[in-house]
């Protein structure tokens, strides 16, 4: 679907966004500095990775950027979805198997993003966020053990990292795991009554700091 598209190793999608992340990638390169100034600066993630896979011996920034795109889209992304997957359906190896190879079978994305724009930062953040979910259904879930400390540290690390690739897939993120997170509060073995409330509670503190964020940045958008 991707290596047998393009035209040579060197070919690159000619498109605005494609333009900027080309020449980011060559400015880490020619700087040495593989990240920017600031670490509020996003998304570099993609640019570093890409930036370090030229660096090592491609040499040609699309190469290094093809080569880079091949593996988050062939590897990282089963990967990461067959993690969750085993997460959610722990004694069911066919659901996971099958979930995995599934999750190719769109075209919306990896396809699609890597096709509009396109979207690499996006592109390695979605593929990364199963994962990171995985390590979150772990935490919440008691069938999973109580080490939680180490878990909750990776947790954070996780959530770091999608910030560098790509705010975005928190967002997504936060969108798949709410319902999630609800759920898990309406079967546990406190009274209905304390689930209602819990799970109301955690809606709402959920919307609060969605609409906190959105409020933030509509005003930040004006002021600049």
């Not at 979605?126 to 919440?140: G, H, N, R």
């Not at 909750?152 to 690390?157: D, T």
Request: with cysteine; charged share 5%.
């Amino acid at each position: 679907m991707f290596v047998k598209t393009l035209d040579g190793a060197a070919s690159f999608n000619q498109q605005y966004d494609n333009y900027a992340h080309l020449n980011a990638v060559r400015s880490f390169i020619g700087t040495g500095v593989y990240a920017y100034d600031s670490l509020l600066s996003y998304p570099f993630a993609w640019y570093s990775v890409a930036a370090m896979v030229a660096g090592v011996g491609l040499g040609e920034v699309s190469v290094a950027v093809n080569a880079l795109n091949f593996v988050i889209m062939a590897l990282i992304w089963l990967a990461a979805m067959c993690a969750l997957l085993c997460r959610l359906f722990p004694s069911q190896k066919s659901v996971v198997l099958c979930g995995a190879l599934c999750s190719v079978a769109f075209v919306e994305f990896p396809w699609g993003i890597a096709e509009f724009g396109p979207l690499y930062p996006n592109l390695l953040g979605y593929s990364v966020l199963p994962a990171v979910m995985a390590v979150y259904v772990s935490v919440i879930d008691p069938a999973f053990g109580k080490k939680t400390i180490p878990k909750l540290f990776l947790l954070v690390v996780g959530l770091a990292s999608l910030v560098f690739m790509h705010p975005n897939a928190v967002f997504v993120g936060i969108v798949f795991l709410v319902p999630y997170t609800v759920s898990h509060f309406l079967s546990c073995g406190l009274s209905l009554r304390a689930r209602g409330i819990i799970s109301i509670a955690f809606m709402a503190f959920v919307a609060g700091v969605w609409g906190s964020l959105y409020v933030g940045s509509v005003s930040w958008g004006c002021f600049v």
